[in-house]
């Protein structure tokens, strides 16, 4: 559920340098109480659902090495059993609590934006969901918003397939547990990440 997330996040935080203070002398960290990522799910073929992760962190470093971190168990569907479900069957949360999105990012990218510029731009991200790794291409738009603030979004929705990190099973399940008769298995994910110079 998260191909566009990651991408979003490492962008944002190299984007904020300016030439007396470049990208390179300084880390940026994930603001999470500003950033919000959500989550598109379809059921029955034409209900849709959003919901949200409402833990998240994450960093840049001065070289442009990128990391994210979702917690797993904060993701919230607005339904209290929905949530349950999801958290033991789909995530299962015991063995895998959080997701992980890493990227490397060239820093010379980013270093010509002033503030009110931004920039789309795609990156390569390593996606740890459920014991598996999968290296997926998010479009992002970066903009810098401040001298120490960079806001980084979806530049389009990035698409999740739950079957590329093994859980088409899951998702099935959940679908008959809940008496419906299909559970997309592709999640539509967009990303408002804001990152601070520390």
């Known amino acids: ?51 949200r992760f409402e833990q998240l962190s994450g960093s840049v470093s001065p070289a442009g090495e990128a990391r994210l971190s979702i917690d797993a168990a904060s993701f919230e569907s607005h339904v209290d059993i929905r949530n349950e479900r999801l958290r033991d069957i789909f995530f ?38 459920h014991g598996t790794v999968r290296t997926v291409y998010a479009p992002v738009r970066v903009i810098r918003n401040g001298e120490d603030s960079v806001l980084v979004v979806s530049a389009e929705a990035a698409l999740i397939d739950a079957r590329e990190f093994g859980l088409g099973a899951a998702v099935e399940a959940l679908a008959g547990i809940a008496g419906l008769d299909s559970i997309t298995p592709v999640f539509p994910v967009h990303v408002y990440l804001v990152f601070e110079r520390s």
């Open 92 to 129: 299962e949360i015991s063995a895998f609590p959080d997701i992980r999105l890493t990227a490397n990012l060239d820093p010379a990218t980013f270093e010509s934006l002033a503030i009110g510029d931004n920039l789309e731009t795609e990156l390569q991200l390593a996606i740890s969901l």
């Open 1 to 51: 559920m998260l191909k566009g997330m990651a991408a979003i996040l490492f962008a944002g935080l190299v984007a904020a340098c300016t030439a007396e203070a470049p990208l390179t002398s300084a880390s940026w960290q994930l603001n999470g109480s500003a950033s919000d990522i959500t989550v598109i799910s379809v059921k029955n073929g034409d209900v849709a659902e959003i919901s």
